[in-house]
């Protein structure tokens, strides 16, 4: 249901952009976000897309991360810049049902992001 894309390797203060293919419906009808976890913490919000664009950041990321919705190919993107050694970590896409939440979603198969200093 969801297909991510774009991670890799870059050095401190590089840029990434990170890609998430859904289909349609879920593209559609479902708020998508990015989550990310590095080994041995918890699943943290990176940022969110409502189906009406607004938009919501983890805090370190505000300022250096922007979501958001391509509705032509049903993909959300998030471009990472002045990445640092902290962001190192497995990217999860999720789609959120905007009514039911949590009990109706879906998650990517997540890519790896790797920032070296």
């Known amino acids: 249901q969801l297909v991510e894309s774009g991670g890799g390797s870059v050095q401190e203060g590089g840029s990434l952009r990170l890609s998430c293919k859904a289909t349609?419906?879920?593209?559609?009808?479902?708020?998508l976000a990015w989550y990310r976890q590095a080994p041995g913490t918890q699943r943290e919000l990176v940022a969110k897309?409502?189906?009406?664009?607004?938009?919501e950041y983890g805090n370190s990321m505000k300022g250096r991360f922007t979501i958001s919705r391509d509705s032509s190919t049903y993909t959300m993107h998030l471009q990472m810049n002045n990445l640092k050694p902290e962001d190192t970590a497995v990217y999860y896409c999720?789609?959120?049902?905007?009514?039911?939440?949590?009990?109706?979603?879906?998650w990517g198969q997540g890519t790896q992001v790797t920032v070296s200093s």
């Open positions: 999720n789609a959120e049902h905007p009514v039911i939440g949590s009990q109706l979603e879906y």
């Open positions: 897309i409502t189906t009406s664009e607004v938009t």
């Open positions: 349609a419906s879920i593209f559609n009808y479902y708020h």
